[in-house]
């Protein structure tokens, strides 16, 4: 069965220290590996798009890696306003999207 | 930036009445699809839809619910009758048709099943 898992399920971090999150998945057929951030009340607004192992994406102070089996968002130095809840998403081959359950990232000043 | 847009926002209905949701996709934009998420819990895939018909449905997406699109530019989804249970959010998301697999969500539309 296509499944997606994201761990922690919850992150606190302090202001300025870097951590990542990850996400594994079991898809057939992997089309393309997804993170988007979601703020309370509101869709999911896109961050990166991974396809194929190796691959990495970076963005402000986020970096996306992706391996055969799971996918890691790296935050560097984080900020307040990076608290958000973080969604992975997996297209599978039969072309269903399947997301994970999120990472709650609270930063503190 | 162009951005897909829903409407409602909100929307409270009594159980048994039928609703209708509506999204304008990104206007070049040739893929479509519904999400719903429950308050607290995963975003869920409904069904995708390409060319005037549905590409995908998930096991939620039962004879209650269906789409359409009746003109160029907006997507719909209706629930023919809504149940306690169809209360959530309400996700549309559009991709075009070459360069990816990546959606882009619109801001929801909350619906309240009473």
């Known amino acids: 069965e296509d499944q997606v898992t994201q761990s922690p399920e919850a992150l606190r971090l302090q202001e300025g220290e870097s951590s990542s999150l990850n996400c594994s998945y079991t898809?057939?057929?992997?089309?393309?590996l997804f993170w988007y951030r979601q703020d309370p009340g509101k869709g999911p607004e896109f961050l990166f798009t991974l396809y194929s192992a190796g691959e990495e994406k970076e963005k402000e102070r986020l970096k996306a890696t992706l391996t055969k089996k799971e996918s890691f968002l790296h935050i560097t130095a984080p900020k307040p306003e990076d608290s958000a809840t973080y969604l992975c998403?997996?297209?599978?081959?039969?072309?269903?999207?399947?997301f994970g359950a999120g990472t709650r990232l609270f930063v503190k000043a | 930036e162009p951005e897909v847009t829903q409407t409602p926002s909100h929307q409270v209905t009594q159980m048994g009445q039928e609703v209708i949701l509506r999204c304008v996709p990104i206007s070049n934009h040739l893929y479509f699809y519904w999400y719903r998420q429950i308050l607290g819990q995963k975003v869920e895939f409904l069904v995708s839809f390409y060319n005037n018909e549905i590409s995908e449905k998930s096991e939620i997406f039962d004879d209650q619910f269906s789409v359409e699109r009746p003109d160029g530019s907006n997507f719909t989804l209706k629930i023919r009758s809504t149940k306690l249970e169809d209360s959530a959010m309400y996700f549309c998301a559009s991709r075009p048709s070459g360069g990816g697999e990546t959606q882009y969500f619109g801001p929801g539309t909350r619906l309240l099943v009473l």
């Open positions: 898809v057939s057929g992997l089309r393309g």
């Open positions: 998403a997996a297209v599978t081959g039969g072309f269903k999207t399947i």
